[in-house]
């Protein structure tokens, strides 16, 4: 008799999407499931088609609508529909910036401190995810200030309500990472200390080193993106049911960047 064989695995439902009240569109990106991690090494990501050239398999055709808490709602428009050259694949986007730009039915606007509710109809299923995006008093970003490592400190007065906060410590372009990011529960106001290490950025303190810039940078996160990132788990395998998303492994959550502070510095100890 033939050795039985394994039932073929069925791909589910990956979705990426994070909301930030600074950005003016919202990306939702959608994808297959797959049973194994692939070789990475040496590929290079194309903006345009994020999905395809990082060797997943998009999920086209779905859609994909947000409800916000005040009763609006938009559908999400995918970037293969919109470009000429049809790329964007999986690629789904609403519009939360100058409404006379968005196309029609994909304007909502991101509030903090609203939630919004992501709906996922496709031909693998069903998917949804709630997210209650994080408040904070003010943001602290510029103008850039010298640092002497030696004496001065960096203390914060925010008061951010969110359920956990990154700091990353960024180039002078603002957008490079430098270091790992650090999750925090709580929220560490003390930003630089000349001694100790009982300061947020202490992690990368070997990086202040004489004339370099930096952008010391703080988000608030919802539960969802910190529990999921901050436990950095498989983004493919991960079911354990941390964030709210239900029918598939992913994260829906939210973001608010509440400091954004350049720095030179002038003088190390």
């Known amino acids: 008799m033939p050795a039985p064989s394994a039932p073929d695995l069925q791909p ?19 994808m297959q499931s797959r049973a194994s991690v692939p070789d990475t090494t040496g590929q290079i990501i194309a903006p345009n088609d994020p999905i395809v050239s990082s060797g997943e398999t998009p999920i086209t055709g779905a859609r ?48 903090a401190g609203r939630t919004y509710r992501l709906r996922v109809s496709s031909t693998l299923g069903d998917a949804e995810g709630t997210t209650r995006v994080p408040t904070v008093d003010r943001v602290t970003a510029g103008p850039a200030r010298n640092l002497n490592m030696a004496r001065d400190s960096v203390v914060l007065t925010n008061n951010p309500q969110a359920a956990g906060y990154v700091y990353s410590l960024r180039a002078a372009n603002g957008t490079s990472t430098e270091g790992d990011l650090q999750y925090h529960r709580d929220f560490e106001r ?3 200390l000349p001694t100790g290490d009982a300061w947020a950025f202490a992690f990368v303190r070997e990086r202040f080193v004489l ?55 002038t003088q190390v100890p």
């Open 190 to 192: 003390r930003l630089i």
């Open 64 to 111: 994909v609508v947000l409800y916000g808490s005040t009763g609006d709602s938009a559908v999400a428009i995918e970037d293969r529909v919109l470009r000429s050259d049809h790329l964007g694949a999986g690629v789904y986007r609403f519009y939360s910036g100058l409404q006379s730009v968005a196309p029609r039915g994909a304007y909502i606007p991101i509030v």
């Open 12 to 30: 589910g439902i990956v979705v990426f999407s994070v909301l930030d009240p600074a950005s003016a569109e919202q990306v939702v990106l959608l």
């Open 211 to 265: 004339a370099s810039r930096h952008v010391l940078t703080v988000s608030a996160a919802d539960s969802n993106y910190f529990e999921y990132y901050g436990a950095q788990g498989d983004p493919f395998a991960d079911r354990t049911q941390r964030t709210t998303l239900k029918g598939a492994a992913g994260v829906f959550g939210s973001v608010l960047v509440i400091v954004a502070l350049p720095v030179t510095v």
